[in-house]
């Protein structure tokens, strides 16, 4: 994919008011996305969150509820609950084990790494609930980017009460809270398609240390 092209992929997404309920995202466009949530990077490579695909109408449509009645939640093809790990005193023992089966080597080869990852999470806050929370906007950023060069319209989502949506889905019984969602589709009519984008400038943004 050419630069220019990257842009004006990036240029034409825009969160996503309206989905056209009669266009489907493919299987395959939907698994693309989800896997780059997969390898998205994540702090100490904890990896503590899940995404969960909602495809059942019913649950959509008590998610709607929860969520200030925003179409979307009912009318995209797909909703992405980013869900983030409550139990993280499992992670480092999961990571670990991940690590030893993946790149074959012993517990004692790994004492090091489990030494730095333990030291790192005793220097979080208590709780670690919003340094693990903000790991999953990484995957979020990265899922948005990828639907955008599919040509896949999509929408990230904070406008819901997170409580009601994690008993709708019953993911306290499973350590997971949900942080954000990601509604995938196509965009249907809607006005906010053709606003010009509201962006700072590069100049603003950017700044450079020589
Ligand atoms: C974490 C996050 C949560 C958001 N929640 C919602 C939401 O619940 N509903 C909505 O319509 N837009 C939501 N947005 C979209 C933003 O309002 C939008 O990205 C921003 O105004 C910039 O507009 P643009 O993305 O269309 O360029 C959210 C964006 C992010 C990154």
Known sequence: MKKEEIIEALNK???????DKSKKVSEEDLKTILESGRLAPS????EPWKFIVVKNEELRAKMRAASYDQTKVTDASYLIVVAYRTDSEKLVSEILERTAKIQNRTKEELAPLQQMLDGAMSRQEPGKTSWIKAQGYIALGMMIETASLLNVDN???EGFDPAQIDTILGLKEKNLSTATILAIGYRGLDAYASKPKVRRSYDEVVEVVD
């Open 43 to 46: 702090s100490l490579g904890l």
């Open 155 to 157: 929408c990230p989502m």
């Open 13 to 19: 997404r825009y969160a996503v008011k309206t989905f």
